[in-house]
């Protein structure tokens, strides 16, 4: 367990456990670095948020937790510079209600960094540290805009690229699909080596299994056809000549009969 001898055990008890679910659990856009050696001054990145000249950017900040927290409010500071009417032009504190009079025990540190956050989003122009972009923030927000874009291009730490979803997923689906190809084309290879033609199921069609008794509407004279069975362990090709031969030998040995009736039925005749 962290030792300080700014805050008592049963703080630093409860700052562990906030701090743990800060690193599990992070706000959206925040991100909470740890010191396990000292719990008196925590060091956090919060992103721009989209939308504010602000945006694309990640400011680093620290809260400093004094003897007597949680009875009194951490003092906070941008690390980063910025262009901020909340945020002193010199050493970066931080002026907020929330740091200031409306400070209760109750509040963690959660609230007090969403809360840091949402300034970037709404500055109070009524409390301001940096008088000059409070009064550019109420006389001509464009120009105000337009100087704390420069600071967030100039200052600002550049946020990680994010990979977008289903990366991941299409890229193991282009893998699969490698190997696949490369399989086809080994067995491909392997049968024009032994001179059989065996042909190959599609990866992703579903076992088959044609059934032979449709070879029943073939007229006799037809070339011979083949039957696949497509499974799990590969094809196999089944030949329907011999069936064919069967049947025109039936047929042939029906003819004959007939035709010994009638050559029997002619000598019948001539006797008479």
Not at 78 to 90: D, E, M, Q, S, W
Not at 100 to 106: A, L, R, S, T, V
Not at 131 to 152: C, F, N, P, S, V
Not at 214 to 223: E, F, K, L
């Given at each position: 367990?962290?030792?300080n001898?700014?805050?008592?055990p ?40 989209a ?60 609230h ?18 940096n ?17 704390a ?21 299409e ?11 490369t ?15 065996v ?16 070879s029943?509407d ?7 056809s ?28 029906k ?13 019948s005749?001539?006797?008479?």
């Amino acid at each position: 367990m962290a030792t300080n001898e700014n805050l008592p055990p049963n703080v630093i008890k409860q700052l562990a456990k906030e701090l743990k679910n800060l690193d599990e659990t992070p706000p959206e856009g925040i991100r909470v670095g740890v010191n396990d050696d000292d719990f008196s001054t925590i060091f956090a990145d919060i992103e721009g948020p989209a939308g504010t000249p602000y945006a694309n950017g990640v400011f680093r900040m620290k809260l400093i937790l004094g003897h007597d927290f949680p009875y009194s409010p951490p003092a906070g500071y941008f690390l980063t510079k910025i262009f901020h009417p909340n945020v002193a032009p010199k050493n970066g504190e931080i002026c907020v209600n929330t740091l200031k009079k409306d400070w209760n025990p109750g509040l963690g540190l959660r609230h007090v960094l969403i809360v840091v956050r949402c300034l970037l989003i709404e500055p109070f122009p009524g409390s301001a540290l940096n008088e000059q972009a409070g009064k550019m923030l109420l006389d001509d927000y464009e120009e105000y805009a337009r100087h704390a874009r420069i600071y967030t291009d100039c200052h600002a730490i550049k946020p990680k690229p994010k990979f977008k979803n289903g990366a991941i997923s299409e890229s193991a689906t282009a893998l699969n699909v490698d190997q696949t190809n490369t399989s086809v084309l080994s067995t491909e290879q392997k049968n024009g080596a032994t001179g059989a033609a065996v042909p190959l199921p599609s990866p992703l069609a579903p076992a088959t299994n044609t059934a032979v008794n449709g070879s029943q509407d073939q007229p006799t004279n037809a070339a011979p056809s083949k039957v696949t069975e497509t499974g799990v362990s590969g094809s196999t090709t089944l030949s329907t000549a011999p069936m064919m031969k069967n049947k025109e030998n039936v047929g042939l040995s029906k003819v004959n009969a007939d035709k010994k009736k009638i050559d029997a039925r002619k000598k019948s005749l001539k006797r008479l």
